[in-house]
């Protein structure tokens, strides 16, 4: 059977309203019902099983009272880890500091910011009021991923634009850093910038994997096999119909059991052996 690590997995959003741009998202782009339901534990881990997923990184809010994801991993440490969203910029020690105790406390694979979701899109990866985070995480060894492309709801978007990367991967070369949700509509940077910069990765999470360019495809099969790291963004993407469409790439067999595994394994937990 396929293995997989799936690298961004919702089991929150049955438990609070919407937002109106979540709400939007689901109504103008996957339509999917299942959005916002619960996720059950069980039913949850029946379908990993079903799908040759070994582990699912759930994303949490470590400043929100939602504690399903964080229960989940403590429930089952073996299956779960937690991306931790939820940060307060602004005010970076008061965050970094909740982010320190939220990683000493929890199965925590990285950190996550979506420059388009906060301070109404003014504030672009470059700028530095990112950068005590940035600090913080190659001193925790902890992997930061942001946001990248054009976001589904009505919010700004140059600030996702990739190429403000480029001069954050210079001033931190240490930084394991991974775009998410892909890059449209600019693929063709984020792969320039991945070859790059060593540290720098691309997860494909959101993005139902036969949209995915064949730019990026082309990539894996040539300069970086290693770069590529796979998510549904279940349930907003549904883990079984990712995993089925993922099988039907044309990737290697190497090729596609790096996206689906090794690649995550490697970069989010240390193990280069798997």
């Given at each position: 059977?396929?293995r ?7 089991v ?22 299942s ?13 990993m ?18 504690d ?42 990285y950190t ?10 003014m504030?672009p ?16 060894d ?19 634009n ?37 540290n ?10 036969r ?27 549904p ?15 190497e ?20």
């Amino acid at each position: 059977m396929t293995r997989a690590i799936d690298g961004l997995v919702n089991v929150h959003l049955g438990d609070q309203t919407p937002p109106k741009w979540m709400v939007r998202v689901k109504e103008d782009y996957f339509k999917a019902d299942s959005m916002f339901q619960p996720v059950e534990l069980d039913a949850l881990i029946d379908e990993m099983d079903a799908n040759g997923v070994q582990r699912a990184i759930l994303t949490a809010n470590f400043t929100d009272p939602i504690d399903r994801p964080f229960r989940y991993a403590e429930a089952r440490p073996d299956r779960f880890s937690l991306a931790l969203g939820g940060h307060d910029l602004l005010h970076p020690m008061a965050n970094l500091q909740r982010l320190t105790a939220a990683v000493q406390n929890f199965p925590v694979a990285y950190t996550v910011v979506g420059p388009s979701f906060w301070g109404d899109g003014m504030y672009p990866p470059v700028d530095p009021v990112y950068y005590p985070l940035y600090t913080k995480c190659c001193e925790l060894d902890l992997a930061l991923c942001i946001n990248t492309g054009i976001p589904g709801p009505p919010l700004p978007a140059d600030a996702q634009n990739p190429i403000h990367l480029d001069r954050v991967c210079v001033r931190f070369p240490e930084l394991k850093l991974c775009m998410v949700h892909g890059a449209d509509p600019w693929w063709d940077t984020a792969i320039r910038l991945m070859i790059k910069y060593r540290n720098l990765h691309l997860m494909t999470s959101a993005w139902s994997p036969r949209r995915l360019p064949e730019s990026l495809l082309h990539y894996m099969r040539t300069r970086g096999p290693d770069k590529v790291l796979y998510a549904s963004d279940h349930p907003v993407l549904p883990m079984t119909r990712c995993i089925a469409e993922a099988k039907q790439l044309d990737l290697p067999e190497e090729v596609l059991d790096k996206y689906l595994f090794r690649n995550a394994n490697r970069f989010f937990f240390g193990d280069v052996t798997a």
